[in-house]
């Protein structure tokens, strides 16, 4: 069991490292002419964060997410390399 559980670690990580890399390369391809449809995103989340005081604490929560084309072809990338392995 601890095979199969490890495992399914190992694929979130390559997914995030995925997700990561192809959205450096699509913020590079950007300024590429040809290459700009690999930076077309979308933006989602909280837009104002929350912010919780405590008068001795403050704490704030925030989360966006911007997934782009170049990202979810890194992920798919990530996935294709992990069943190979």
């Known amino acids: 069991m601890a095979t199969k559980d490890k495992n399914i670690w190992i694929l979130l990580v390559f997914i ?9 390369l699509g ?3 950007s300024r590429i002419d040809w290459l700009w449809w690999l930076s077309y995103s979308q933006t989602f989340g909280l837009q104002d964060p929350i912010v919780l ?6 704490i704030t929560f925030a ?14 990338l990530a ?4 069943k190979k392995i």
């Open 53 to 58: 005081d405590l008068s001795v604490v403050k």
């Open 63 to 76: 989360l966006m997410f911007k997934i782009s084309v170049s990202s979810i072809l890194g992920m798919l």
């Open 79 to 82: 996935i294709f390399v992990y």
């Open 27 to 29: 913020e590079l391809a």
């Open 16 to 24: 995030l490292s995925g997700l990561v890399i192809g959205g450096l």
